[in-house]
């Protein structure tokens, strides 16, 4: 079966790509920017919150392996859906929690997630369905970013580190690496 991809947002896009990176099936994870008016974006204007577009990751996946509903179960266990334009003290509308769907099967997948979600948590999910717009790969710098700065960034070790042990604790059967857990 050929690959699918899933392009979500849930804050930090350093956030959900170290996560994803780490999940059997997941071939590749790229950070970029999706949704907004400007074109080809850089960071420091997405950072602005004035060009409409979320950080996000465009993840490619084996559907053999890992569904799109499992991806899409990590994605809300990793990040809190009820955080309108913020994830933590990261604040604006380029933190959005936001899922851009491939296809119309992937829009009925998210919106059974966020109902799934919803009926779990005591506040309201705001995350959203959006269009699949065009795509901006992030500069290179920020690929693989906690990977290459993970023990070296203060925000990596106060935001990323503490997400990512979170995950691999709940989810250690769905690790590339088992030793990872710890």
Known sequence: MAEELA????????????????VIGVG????????GHVDNPS????????????????????PAVISYDD?????????????????GNDVGPQYRSAVFPHSAEQEEAARAAIARVGAELPQPVVTTIEPLATWYPAEDYHQEYFEREGSRNPYCMAV????????????AARLKNASAVG
């Open 28 to 35: 590749d994870v790229e950070s970029g920017y999706i949704g």
């Open 160 to 171: 990323v580190a503490p997400k990512l042990q979170k995950f691999r604790k709940s989810y």
């Open 7 to 22: 392009t979500l947002a849930g804050g930090c896009f350093w956030c959900v790509e170290a996560v994803f990176d780490d």
């Open 71 to 87: 991806v899409l179960d990590i994605f809300f266990h990793i990040h809190d859906p009820t955080q309108l334009n913020r994830q």
């Open 43 to 62: 960071y420091k204007q997405v950072c602005g919150g004035d060009t409409g577009h979320a950080e996000a990751v465009r993840i490619r996946f084996d």
